[in-house]
């Protein structure tokens, strides 16, 4: 639909005006879903943070309970340990000395290193390892003393009272628990090649009030906390587990040394409270991921307490973002379509009228309107029907008025007309004769400057004649050369007499004529050089003031430098006469341009063209005066003449004022002369416009 006509342009607004707010709507929407749903995934993954963190806490509570059981048997645990107490001396001095003499025989190794374990508990500890499956790595058992006092397997050392889960255990009133952190691999108490956790806990009285000893389990890490890689969150999200120092623990896609955890996320996963964000690193080699984080704040680590970190991959983690978007769009292009459909509806309602209208205003102007516009909307519209009915018929009437008045003043014109041309006539033979002598007093001119040397030389001649014997044919000849030449001069003197009394009269000149006549008169040398010669001539053109054999003079000078210019193309040049309608000062006037596609003016000379007794002509071939009088004649019509290169050739442009403007929009008339070879051919062409000076 074109925008250009009315329905184009209502359509266009209506569908602009519905757009705006459909635009403005979709994009709150949007902003509003996208922070909803980054805001429902991020609580998600904080959920499943927060979950993953209750898992661990209470998988470590189970074994912590566990262990507990194991500590409260009171035949199994409780009474060898206090049996192992009540060996000791009364004496503190004497307690240290046999723990050395215990840690010197165990050091020392063979059959006096188990001096000292209890075999029967040892067996039961290593019974209850092996029903504990293979998370378990190994369990002892130590007296209030720190001393060990039975072992699933031998331990590192048999006295562990300087150790930290020791001090924690025997300094409370035995509800405490131990919970160790990552413990390196060869570095537990059992120097397993295994990462492992250790969990101790107190072995009490009977009152359960006095700690004698203590329980500790160490399993593996991995083995134990295997649940934390079995966390899935869709189908690429992973829960991992950290230390407060950033370091992972545990997780399910790349190994710890892999990880590259940025500063910035490091210091939201150690957080103390839960929460979600979005990450521009996740450690993964993704960037804007959208994270969740909590802390296992109820297991309380001597040190380095650790956190749960949970991730997943952008697409899946947007994919409703992006199904958001896709409806939006969807939205968007559905109301867009309806929009367009109600706009055309519309559109066509309300153009309807407006077209009745158009064609009746043409028909008025056609002279074919004969019946009322048909308008029944009952607004507007339809009164403006009726007052063009009305204008119409006023129409009509003035227009039988002017028809009657038209054929008296064509009478009236058609008078005047043969009077003026009587009178036309009469100054176009003054006007040749006016030409006629100021052709005649330039060849005038032109004679007397030899014809003054010739009766210089007959003088001279004459006077050497007079003093010698010449033969009396000679002398004779001598005076007939005389008498002729003194009759030249006489005629040259009657015609510079009759030139000085001429005046020049300016009256409005057709320049389409003066135009034509030129390119007749320059026919026969461009039919004799084989160049092009045409000529198109715009119809209607307004009469200028001038006076035509000067002006004839212009454009034949005008046209015999383009000749010159492309005399040396033969059958491709061509030399181009064209006129138009133009604007001079603000006030209608004619353009005259001729141009050709020779060599050009070079930048260098441009400006000097209209100098007198400038030309780039060989010697002997040109005076220089042509484009000074050109220039001159056109100022004297109150004209302007410029020359400019073309991309080929030169073009000379002449502005003259117009009498009076004629009417625009009307076709051009071509007459078009091409002198080929050796004939000369004149045809009519489809009208053109020229192309701008």
């Known amino acids: 639909m074109k925008i250009r006509t009315i329905r184009g342009r209502i ?63 009171p035949l199994r645990v409780r009474q060898p340990v206090e049996a192992a107490n009540r060996s000791y001396p009364m004496q503190q001095d ?57 072992a699933s397997s031998d331990p590192d050392r048999v006295y562990f009272g300087d150790e930290s889960w020791w001090k924690a255990i025997a300094v409370g009133s035995g509800d405490q628990v131990y919970v160790s952190g990552l413990i390196p691999a060869q ?29 500790k389990a160490s399993y593996r890490f991995d083995t134990l906390f295997a649940m934390v890689k079995q966390i899935r969150i869709g189908q690429t999200g992973h829960a991992m587990l950290f230390d407060a120092a950033g370091n992972p623990l545990v997780c399910p896609i790349l190994p710890r040394q892999a990880h590259r955890i940025p500063s910035q996320l490091m210091a939201m996963i150690v957080s103390s409270e839960p929460g979600w964000a979005i990450a521009a690193e996740d450690g993964h080699g993704t960037s804007d991921t959208v994270v969740g984080y909590a802390p296992v704040s109820q297991v309380r680590l001597p040190e380095n307490p650790w956190h749960v970190f949970v991730r997943q991959q952008p697409a899946e983690s947007y994919a409703p973002i992006h199904d958001q978007l896709r409806n939006l769009a969807l939205i968007g292009l559905v109301m867009l379509g309806l929009l367009w459909g109600l706009g055309r509806h519309v559109a066509a309602r309300i153009a309807r009228p407006i077209q009745i209208l158009q064609t009746g205003v043409e028909a008025i102007s056609q002279g074919t309107y004969d019946r009322p516009l048909q308008i029944r909307t009952g607004d507007e519209f339809e009164e403006l029907a009726a007052a063009v009915h009305r204008m119409a018929e006023r129409l009509q ?42 052709v005649a007093s330039g060849i005038a001119h032109e004679i007397n400057n030899p014809l003054g040397i010739i009766l210089n030389r007959l003088e001279c001649m004459e006077a050497d004649a007079s003093g010698s014997l010449l033969p009396g044919e000679v002398r004779r000849d001598l005076l007939a050369v005389r008498a002729q030449a003194e009759r030249i001069l006489r005629v040259t003197r009657s015609i510079l007499t009759f030139s000085r009394g001429t005046v020049t009269t300016l ?60 005399s040396p193309l033969g059958a491709n040049g061509l030399v181009s006469v ?31 063209v209209f100098d007198p007794f400038f030309s780039t002509k060989p010697a002997g071939q040109g005076t220089g005066l042509g484009l000074f009088l050109t220039y001159g004649i056109v100022s004297d019509h109150r004209g302007s003449i410029e020359v400019k290169n073309l991309s080929t050739g030169a073009i000379f442009s002449v502005l003259l004022p117009a009498v009076g403007c004629s009417s625009e929009g009307e076709e051009e008339r071509v007459w078009v002369s091409l002198e080929k070879s050796s004939s000369s051919t004149t045809k009519e062409k489809p009208s053109k416009t020229a192309e701008e000076f």
């Not at 050395?100 to 029967?120: K, L, N, P, V, Y």
């Not at 570095?187 to 329980?215: C, M, N």
């Not at 138009?580 to 000097?608: C, F, H, K, T, Y």
């Open 11 to 73: 359509v266009w607004a209506i569908v602009l005006v519905g757009c705006i707010p459909l635009l403005i709507g979709l994009l709150l929407a949007y902003m509003s879903g996208m922070r909803s749903l980054r805001d429902v995934i991020g609580g998600n993954l904080q959920a499943v943070a927060v979950q993953a963190a209750d898992r661990v806490t209470m998988l470590v509570q189970n074994e912590v309970q566990a262990v507990r059981l194991l500590g409260s048997t």
């Open 578 to 608: 064209r006129t138009r309608l133009a604007q001079v000062d603000g006030r209608a006037g004619v353009q005259i341009i001729v141009s050709d596609n020779g060599p050009g003016i070079s930048n260098e000379i441009i400006d000097r």
């Open 94 to 150: 004497q307690v240290r000395s046999v723990i050395d003499e215990r840690t010197r025989m165990w050091q020392e190794g063979g059959e006096g290193s188990a001096h000292g374990m209890d075999a029967e508990l040892s067996r039961f500890l290593l019974e209850t390892k092996i029903r504990g499956g293979d998370k378990v790595i190994g369990l002892l058992i130590a007296d209030q003393h720190g001393a060990l006092v039975a």
């Open 187 to 215: 570095e537990g108490s059992f120097r397993t090649p295994e990462e492992t956790i250790d969990i101790a806990v107190p072995i009490l009285d009977e009152r359960q009030r006095v700690v004698i000893g203590a329980v």
């Open 397 to 438: 009437a003035s227009r039988a008025e002017l028809e009657g008045l038209n054929e008296a003043l064509a009478r009236r014109v058609e008078e005047k007309t043969r009077e003026i041309t009587r009178h036309m006539r009469s100054l176009e033979l003054a006007e040749r004769l006016a030409t006629l002598g100021k």
């Open 507 to 566: 009256k409005p000149v057709d320049i389409n004529g003066v135009v034509r006549s030129c390119v007749g008169i320059a026919s026969e040398r461009v039919s004799a050089l084989s160049v092009g010669l045409e000529s198109i001539t715009a119809s209607s053109l307004p009469l200028v003031m001038g006076d035509r054999d000067r002006l004839e003079t212009v454009i034949l000078n005008l046209i015999n430098n383009g000749i010159d210019a492309v």
